[in-house]
């Protein structure tokens, strides 16, 4: 067989982990590989880039994408479809194999459903919220960056007696927010998903100093909506810029969150905003690991035919789904995890 791979949407370390074990596991079944470039882009346009066992040795521990990547993908329509089935026929491919988070994975679809383009998908994304799969690849990285960065906030905190408010990266999702703010050991973690006002997290702030404390650490996802009770966010836009494919470009929440803090509690309250450090650096063990799983599961799945699937992470076991279940709303934190939370923080 020949087999196409591309990554597409926002990076994250561990996709050329995913690649390597692909790669390695269609070897041994005596397949061909050829890569895309750019995402789904590379397919629409025919930008091709050979991988060959020289190519693809020692990349497993490097961050990025030797495939690069980009935003673009099928289902945004226009001949991109058809331009996409030319392209496959002209190298004679006989499935790809699709990494990416959700936008990617709309792609997917529309060329297995709509166009019978034989497909098999492995979730990729530091938000962790691709339905379907409870893990994606480049979460674990994410978190371990985020959680490390609290815990240089929290030391310098405490030197100058301030409150810090760091803010993750995640859209509408909040795992990265809750796990970084629960192993980093943050005083306030709010979530996009959450309804805790400003004011609530003031008063934890507030309870903690009055008990002795003389800093606090605050995490805040970047789609926390602004919530005040007492009208501190009125007339408060927070810019939202949408990116060339119409996601909204997240970032600088935060600011808004200190700002009202500072105002509250009249302690120095400042700001760091971690977004693309996130993103960058190698995988984690566990990332790489969880790669090398979701690659070999594809690159097994294209050999037997079987099409229109997802390589999985679900109740603890890595297994194939069916590509529909990527459908729907982000996968984001549940209310039955509020308590949880909540019981972390102060
Ligand atoms: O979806 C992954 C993600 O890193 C989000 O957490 C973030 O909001 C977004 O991508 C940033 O995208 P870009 O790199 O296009 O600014």
Known sequence: MRIGILTGGGDCPGLNAVISAVARRS??????????????????????????????????????TILRSSGDNPAHGGDRPERVMATIRKHDIDALIVIGG?????????????HG????????????????????????????IATEALDRLATTAESHDRVMVCEVMGRTAGWLAMYAGIAGG???????????????????????????????LIVVGEGYDLRSTTGLFDGVDVEQQLDAYGYPRLGGVST???????????????????????????????DRALASQFGFLAADLVHTGDFGKLAAHVG?????????????DARVVPESQFEFVRSFMG
């Not at 969150?257 to 996130?278: C, D, M, N, P, S």
């Open 27 to 64: 070897w041994d079944h005596g397949h061909e590989l050829l890569g895309f470039t750019y995402g789904w882009r590379g397919v629409i346009d025919d930008t091709t880039t050979p991988l060959t066992r020289e190519v693809v040795s020692g990349i497993s521990r490097e961050g990025g």
């Open 102 to 114: 959700e936008g990617t994975m709309k792609g997917a679809l529309t060329m297995w459903r709509d």
């Open 117 to 144: 383009l034989p497909v098999v998908g492995v979730p990729k994304t530091i938000d962790n919220d691709l339905p379907g799969t409870e893990l994606t690849v480049g979460f674990d990285s994410a978190l371990a």
């Open 186 to 216: 943050a005083d306030v973690i709010l979530l996009p998903e959450m309804d805790m006002s400003v004011e609530e997290a003031a008063a934890v702030v507030m309870k903690r100093h009055g008990q002795g404390r003389d800093s606090s």
């Open 256 to 286: 808004h969150v200190a700002g009202a803090i500072e105002k509250i509690t009249g302690f120095e309250t400042r700001v760091t905003i971690l977004g693309h450090t996130q993103r960058g650096g190698p995988p984690t063990a566990r």
């Open 316 to 328: 603890n076991k890595v297994t194939a789904v069916p590509l529909e279940d990527t459908e729907g």
